[in-house]
Nanobody, 129 residues
């Protein structure tokens, strides 16, 4: 069955970097809108970044702009979230999601309020000294 699996989380000091992976099985990520989300303890889920392969548009939350980047490896059917200059407030469970719908509006709206077809289980990122 279609599924997503995240990996790459862990403990990192402030200012450090991590790269999260999201690997799909049962479907091709290249045909889907892909998003990264995070949920910190006691907080609601937050959209971090989303990208549409069909039109090349992307969205990054203001809190991560200039620090996080998004990339794909079509052969491995995997997407990556490179996180640099990490801050304690980046601590959260990070999840990837995918949706096969055609993007009908701004990707920011889809990223923040859209209904996603598939979700990964999440990977913990802890930024602490």
């Amino acid at each position: 069955q279609p599924q997503l699996v995240e990996s790459g989380g862990g403990l990192v000091q402030p200012g450090g970097s991590l790269r999260l992976s999201c690997t799909a099985s049962g479907f091709q990520l290249g045909d889907y809108i892909i998003g990264w989300f995070r949920q910190a303890p006691g907080k609601e889920r937050e959209a971090v970044s989303c990208i549409s392969n069909s039109d090349g548009t992307s969205y990054f939350a203001d809190s991560v702009k200039g620090r996080f980047t998004f990339s794909r490896d079509s052969i491995k059917n995997t997407v990556y979230l490179q996180m640099n200059n990490l801050r304690p407030e980046d601590t959260a469970v990070y999840s990837c999601a995918a949706d096969g719908a055609i993007l009908a509006g701004p990707i920011q709206a889809m990223c923040q309020t859209g209904i996603w077809d598939y979700w990964g289980q999440g990977t913990q990122v802890t930024v602490s000294s």
